[in-house]
């Protein structure tokens, strides 16, 4: 199982870094990689954040999950990333997982009509932006994982280690955690 976050300037950095983390304790093979012209991001609140790789180097490679953590500087840059985008696109027509937190599925999954027929939430501030909105904080339809915010960003994690990992495995990381 390997799984690619994607980071932009603007990236909100406690759900990165919570993704990030969870996906880790649940033995997924995590690639960070950054849209910009280098490793380091800042991502929200100053926090710098450093991609293990640049898009360029994981451009051509499969995972069997692509997250992009929100932040709305952030997930206004990874929508304007035509690589990312064209990425994000063969995910789904792979019917592999796709998962976005905060403004990343409205800004990102929602503008590209890659959240076309399905149901999703997002930061209710962007809400409009959703043709099936869920008031919940984290959301699955078909293969694509969606979550409404920083505080929702453990159960989003989780629900990603469950899908690619099982249930057992989402209940192990959960204790660990003290979430169970």
């Known amino acids: 199982m390997n799984a690619l976050v994607v980071v932009a300037n603007g990236s909100e950095s406690m ?6 983390n969870v996906l880790r304790r649940g033995e997924v093979a995590v690639t960070v990689a950054s849209i910009e012209s280098g490793r380091e991001v800042e991502g929200t609140r100053g ?21 992009l953590p929100g932040g709305e ?8 990333h035509a690589g990312l985008v064209e990425k994000l696109k063969a995910q789904r027509q792979a ?28 930061y209710p501030s962007f809400r409009e ?3 099936h909105y869920v008031d919940l904080p984290v959301v699955v339809d078909g293969h694509c ?6 505080a929702s960003a453990v159960a989003f994690g989780l629900q990603l280690v469950e899908v690619l990992a099982g249930t057992e495995k989402r209940r192990s990381v959960a204790q660990g955690l003290l979430a169970a």
């Open 15 to 20: 759900e990165a870094v919570t993704i990030i």
């Open 47 to 67: 926090l710098k954040l450093t991609a293990d790789a640049l898009w360029a180097d994981v451009a051509g490679r499969d995972f069997d999950l692509i997250v």
């Open 73 to 80: 500087k952030g997930a206004q840059a990874l929508s304007a």
């Open 95 to 122: 019917h592999r997982w796709t998962g976005a937190i905060c403004a990343s599925p409205a800004l990102v999954l929602s503008a590209h009509g890659l959240l076309d027929g399905k149901k999703a939430t997002c």
């Open 129 to 131: 932006q959703l043709l």
């Open 145 to 150: 994982v969606t979550g409404q915010g920083p």
